[in-house]
């Protein structure tokens, strides 16, 4: 029999495909879960025998949570990243890394096929094969689920015909969890309009009394909160991600343009991350220049924007991280947050590297490096060539 590395969940979608591929294309099944810090030890022992139940020859599970965090994440917070100023890519940037830990591992196992469940309509269909393709050219790609234009009703018919048992009115929901957050997909998403039902989120809502925190930041990574301190970034985003989610922060429906050309939506749950970038980026605007802000939010925007289209492998990405490493030397210091039921508010920060200094002047009050002339001088210069455009053309009549 050929042998086929299947990328399985557990989900309704690989579910299906372990059967088919199995029983229908009479392959050897391996089926590969990647960890991209969304499991547990016991969601992955439940995957296991789930997939070994459906048909599958071996299961293995490939842990690329550090690798993950190390090579993507980190530039995620580096750039202050959202799509479309919402989403945190908390799908997009960890399908780079399970379609190159499956190609690889196709490669070791000699397999002749890969497979994936991805349908026709979404971007997941063009990160894994364009991966696999770039790393595994001389491995075929089979996609039962795009190949049949299958809906999930007719997965699920299907499921029931072979004897599979599982929560099926849960499994009307799309769940993809990962480090940088969870994505939810259904029907609500499925049109321009109706929100996600709270059921739908993999955290409930069980706080209500604000609680404050003190995130701390060395060289723009998120090490501590309060008095606690970790030995990885990871450590501190999984924390923080248990401190917050019971608070509902970080959920919404993301609405953008797929690879493919048509708009979608997707509703996703990524307190985490939401809260992660966006006192990181407080942080940055006090520790960073001028320019070095301006610069980054260029930059920033094409690198979200090419890893949410899989071109992760493309050089320049590369030459941004280089950059955006380089900005975070002074991203140091602590930033102050009150969580609040599905939201949260950035009270200040404290920073050794902060330009805000009493030192140098109070904005809008008192300033200590130059004189009332010295601006009367510098006002006429900066506005010199301005003055010299509408005089020449006499933009302006004379009063």
Not at 61 to 70: G, I, P
Not at 87 to 113: C, D, M
Not at 217 to 232: Q, R, W
Request: aromatic share 10%; glycine share 8%.
């Amino acid at each position: 029999m050929k042998k086929v590395v299947l990328a399985f969940s557990g989900g309704l979608d690989t579910s299906f495909c372990a059967i088919y591929l199995s029983k229908v294309k009479n392959l050897e099944v391996h089926a590969v879960t990647v960890n991209t810090g969304g499991f547990s030890t016991e969601e992955i022992q439940e995957i296991e025998a789930k997939a070994l139940s459906l048909g599958a020859k071996s299961f293995v599970c490939l842990d690329e949570t550090d690798n993950y965090y190390q090579n993507c994440i980190k530039y995620l917070i580096f750039g202050n990243i959202l799509k479309n100023n919402t989403y945190p890519l908390s799908v997009s940037a960890e399908r780079v890394y399970q379609a190159t830990s499956i190609a690889n591992y196709a490669k070791k196992l000699g397999a002749e096929y890969i497979a994936h469940g991805s349908t026709g309509a979404g971007n997941d269909q063009v990160r894994f094969d364009m991966i696999f393709n770039i790393l595994a050219p001389k491995i075929e790609i089979i996609t039962p689920i795009r190949d049949l234009k299958l809906s999930r009703e007719a997965e699920i018919d299907f499921l029931k015909e072979h004897g599979v048992e599982m929560n099926f009115e849960k499994a009307k929901y799309s769940i993809n969890k990962g480090l940088w957050g969870t994505s939810v997909g259904g029907k609500e998403t499925l049109t321009s309009h109706g929100y996600l039902p709270e059921e739908s989120f993999p955290t409930q809502l069980t706080k209500n009394a604000p609680e404050n925190l003190t995130l701390i930041f060395e060289k723009g990574e998120l090490v501590g909160i309060n008095e606690e301190t970790f030995a990885s970034p990871v450590n501190a985003i999984q924390r923080l991600q248990e401190i917050a989610a019971p608070f509902g922060i970080g959920r919404d429906i993301h609405v953008g343009d797929t690879i493919i050309g048509i708009k979608g939506r997707v509703g996703f749950e990524a307190s985490a991350p939401i809260i992660t970038i966006k006192a990181h980026h407080l942080l940055e605007k006090h520790t960073l220049s001028k320019w070095q802000l301006f610069l980054k939010e260029q930059l920033s925007a094409y690198y979200g924007s090419w890893l949410h289209e899989g071109q992760f492998f493309e050089p320049a990405m590369r030459n941004i991280e280089a950059f955006l490493g380089q900005t975070q030397e002074t991203v140091n210091g602590k930033v102050f947050v009150t969580l609040l039921p599905y939201r949260f508010v950035l009270n200040g920060i404290e920073s050794e590297n902060d330009l805000m200094s009493a030192k140098f002047g109070s904005y809008g009050e008192m300033n200590n490096t130059w004189s009332g002339e010295d601006v009367k001088g510098f006002s006429k210069i900066f506005g010199n060539n301005v003055a010299i455009f509408h005089q020449v053309n006499n933009t302006f009549s004379a009063e």
